[in-house]
């Protein structure tokens, strides 16, 4: 399923316009993206929980040529899901 099939199946389901159900979903991923860029946690009970974790730095090697290289430290986006989403897809 795609962007707009999503948007399309949104608008369905709540009875919103498109246009409207799409400035939701960019709203909805806008604010999680915010919350995981201030270091915060956002936990939906039963959905899951979005949070950015640190990676720390490391070596790696340059597969073209076999040189050692530093990966730098940074920060990934992770998603746990919650036990009732683990439940629901594995019915």
């Not at 795609?2 to 246009?19: P, R």
């Not at 604010?31 to 039963?46: H, P, R, S």
């Not at 950015?52 to 090697?61: L, N, P, T």
């Amino acid at each position: 399923m795609n962007k707009n099939e999503f948007v399309a199946k949104l608008a369905a389901d709540t009875g919103l316009k498109k246009a409207d159900a799409e400035k939701f979903l960019e709203a909805f991923v806008s604010n999680v993206k915010e919350v995981m860029a201030n270091g915060d946690k956002l936990q939906l009970v039963g959905f899951g929980t979005f949070e950015a974790k640190k990676r720390a730095e490391k070596e790696g090697v340059n597969p073209a040529t076999g040189e050692k290289i530093t990966i730098a430290a940074c920060n990934v986006p992770s998603f746990k899901p919650g036990k009732a989403l683990k439940e629901e897809i594995n019915k």
